[in-house]
């Protein structure tokens, strides 16, 4: 609504959120509608735990791709929609994703880039009980 109300006071500019709000947004948002239990920020390899103690890595982005540093326990993907809902595009062992990755050179970043494509694809290759249950 913010985003919303700032683009139409200055016509012509774009005020979407990027970067690490983007991230601590979506990361509240997954924890929310999944249950989880969020750790503290920067954990290296998850953000969140299930209740049964799995280790959830949330990632969440406004663009077209999704980047991973780490072979994650569990990924939790989501495309934040410029209403506040949010588009599951991911939601499976993490080993699945990473072994996208895995093969090529380390980027000069070190965050290897995955399309949201790619992600919706590999998606279909998760069967219902390797995923964190939505419960709202």
Not at 61 to 73: G, H, I, L, N, V
Not at 76 to 105: H, R, T, Y
Request: aromatic share 6%; with cysteine; glycine share 8%.
């Amino acid at each position: 609504a913010t985003v919303s109300e700032l683009e139409r006071m200055f016509p012509g500019r774009h005020f979407t959120p990027d970067g690490h709000m983007v991230g601590s947004i979506g990361e509240c948002l997954v924890a929310d509608a999944y249950g989880l239990e969020l750790m503290a920020a920067s954990n290296k390899g998850y953000d969140a735990i299930t209740k049964s103690g799995n280790k959830v890595e949330i990632k969440a982005t406004q663009s077209d791709s999704a980047a991973f540093r780490s072979e994650p326990e569990h990924t939790i993907v989501i495309k934040i929609n410029p209403d506040g809902s949010f588009d599951e595009i991911f939601n499976g062992p993490g080993s699945i994703v990473w072994s996208q990755v895995i093969c090529k050179p380390v980027p000069s970043n070190g965050q290897y880039q995955i399309s949201l494509n790619k992600l919706k694809s590999l998606n279909l290759q998760v069967t219902d009980n390797q995923r964190v249950p939505k419960i709202s």
